[in-house]
């Protein structure tokens, strides 16, 4: 399993200003960032895992998103073009992820995972707070940087698209 040193190296090796925080308390899941941290849950980036349901199969696929605008199952099914989109179980995320459930950081994904990045997070220079995989610590980088960094496709993740003007996102493999 991928932890904070790993990302912290990976971010050295890359140049990359950022901070590894000790948490005042666990966390579960990444989405208790903003009440650990007191930050905005608009701040705090997190990984969602679903498994879709296409004419391929099953597949996994990463939305990067804001605690304070977590995907939709529907929305993300719709951009796929699947036919069932779900949570996924705990033992896939940790096993196309390389992460805990719950805490799945955004970078250092394997490159075979399908991963869609919400378009509301801004490639700014203002910080945000990820998971690290572990329970007592949490990364910050600037958006901008975190950005940059990762791969995978900027989506309009707000709604549903009508009937007949879906756009089919394809997932690699």
Partial sequence: ????????????AHQVHHEIVRL????TCADELPETISAAPSRCVVVTVFEAVTRLGREAVAVVSTVAAPPRPGVVGGLLGARKVHLAPAFVVNEVTDYAAGLVCPLLLPPALAVLIDDRIKPDHQSVFLATGERHTALTLRAYDLLSLMSGKSMDLRARRPRGSRQTVALRH
């Fill in 1 to 12: 399993m991928k932890d904070a040193l790993a990302i912290h190296r990976w971010l050295l």
């Fill in 24 to 27: 005042p308390r666990p966390m």
